[in-house]
């Protein structure tokens, strides 16, 4: 069973920059991997996915702004969020999906304040 870790959350100013690393116990390298986040009062929503092969795929809102990568070799995964607004105040979430099983991580907090 996998485990992931997700780290880089903060408070941060608008317009400002956050980089949210997904750390995973195992290798991630076969698998397509997402970022979700979850605001307050409202349903969990796909923000960025990459696939195996490195395709990227982005929510319309974080279009232009944030960018997905992922690091095989360390099992990681990144999501750069650049231009941050207070609408992206969320916790954000790593999550993948193994045989129709979806794994998530405790999740990381970012909040867009000034």
């Known amino acids: 069973q996998v485990q992931y870790v997700e780290s880089g959350g903060g408070l941060v100013q608008p317009g400002g920059s956050l980089k949210l690393s997904c750390a995973a116990s195992?290798?991630?390298?076969?698998?397509?991997m997402s970022w979700y986040r979850q605001a307050p009062g409202k349903q969990r929503e796909l923000v960025a996915g990459?696939?195996?092969?490195?395709?990227?795929n982005y929510a319309d809102s974080v279009k232009g702004r944030f960018t997905i990568s992922r690091d095989n070799a360390k099992n990681t995964v990144y999501l750069q969020m650049n231009s941050l607004q207070p609408e992206d105040t969320a916790v954000y979430y790593c999550?993948?999906?193994?045989?129709?099983?979806?794994?998530w991580g405790q999740g990381t907090q970012v909040t867009v304040s000034s």
């Open positions: 999550n993948s999906r193994i045989r129709y099983v979806d794994y």
């Open positions: 195992g290798s991630i390298s076969r698998y397509t």
């Open positions: 990459i696939t195996s092969g490195g395709t990227p």
